[in-house]
Nanobody, 121 residues
């Protein structure tokens, strides 16, 4: 079975850093990405990365602070989050698709269960 497992979330002070990991199993994916959902908000796109790792995309609010990367040998995607802000507080979800990708939820066939990121002020 396909499974995506996130890890690395936690509580951090504003300005701090966290590195999220998402280990996938069952198959490989052309595109992998991260979404997040804050209380009372819809799930939103954060970042995505293509197979080769050369194509990356970010929502404007995290550009310059977050970096997405992947290790295909480990079938794992990472999200390095620096200069964290309280508004980054959310459950972060890993997403993956074997044939396509993008910034829309419907473009990803598989999802992890999420990892909580809390940034205190």
């Amino acid at each position: 079975q396909v499974q995506l497992v996130e890890s690395g979330g936690g509580l951090v002070q504003a300005g701090g850093s966290l590195r999220l990991s998402c280990a996938a199993s069952g198959r490989t994916f052309m595109s992998m990405g991260w979404f997040r959902q804050a209380p009372g908000k819809e799930r939103e796109f954060v970042a995505a990365i293509g197979w080769s790792g050369g194509s990356t995309y970010y929502v404007d609010s995290v550009k310059g602070r977050f970096t997405i990367s992947r290790d295909n040998a480990k079938n794992t995607v990472y999200l390095q989050m620096n200069s964290l802000k309280p508004e980054d507080t959310a459950v972060y979800y890993c997403a993956a698709d074997p044939t396509r990708g993008g910034s829309r939820l419907r473009e990803y066939a598989y999802w992890g269960q999420g990892t909580q990121v809390t940034v205190s002020s």
